[in-house]
C-alpha cells in the first residue's frame, strides 16, 4: 500500500512537471516547485524529502527550457516582452519631447528673428523715404568731410 501512494504521487509530480514545462500553467501558479507540489497535491516538505530526485529533475529541465526558448511561462515572458516595450516607449516618448522642445525653441527664434527683419525692413522703408524727401538731409562742408576720412 505505502509503495502505491508513493508510485501514485510520484506519477503525479511527474504529470505536473510535464503540465508546467510545457506552459500549461493554472491560474495563479507559476513554473516553480512551490506550484509543482501544489498541483501535483504532494506537500512541499514530502517533496523536498520523499522525492528530491524529482525536485532536481524539474529544477533541471526548467533551467533547460530556459535556455533553449526563454521562460516556459507564458505569462512571465509576456511580462518580461511588455516590460521591454514599456522601456523602449518610455525612450521613444523622452527623445519625442526633447524634439518637441528643441522646435520650440527653433519656433520662437524663428518669430524673433522674422520679427527684427520686419523691423529692419520698416526702417530701411523710412530711410529711403527721408532720402527720397531731401528736405530732410543735410550736405556737410568739405572740410568735415576731409577730416571724416582721415
Known sequence: ????RHANAESRLKAAMDQLLAGDIP???RCDIKSLSILAAVPRATLYRTYPHIKEEFENRLGTAREA?????????QIDRLKAEVSSLKGRLS?????????SEASE????????LAEQHDE?????????DSGNVRTLPVRARIAADR
Do not use: C, Y
Open 124 to 132: 530701411i522703408q523710412r530711410l529711403r523715404a527721408a532720402l527720397q
Open 95 to 103: 527623445r519625442m519631447k526633447e524634439e518637441a522642445s528643441e522646435a
Open 1 to 4: 500500500m505505502p509503495n502505491d
Open 27 to 29: 491560474e495563479g501558479l
Open 69 to 77: 526558448t526563454g521562460e516556459p511561462d507564458p505569462r512571465l515572458a
Open 109 to 116: 527664434f524663428k518669430t524673433l528673428a522674422l520679427s527684427r
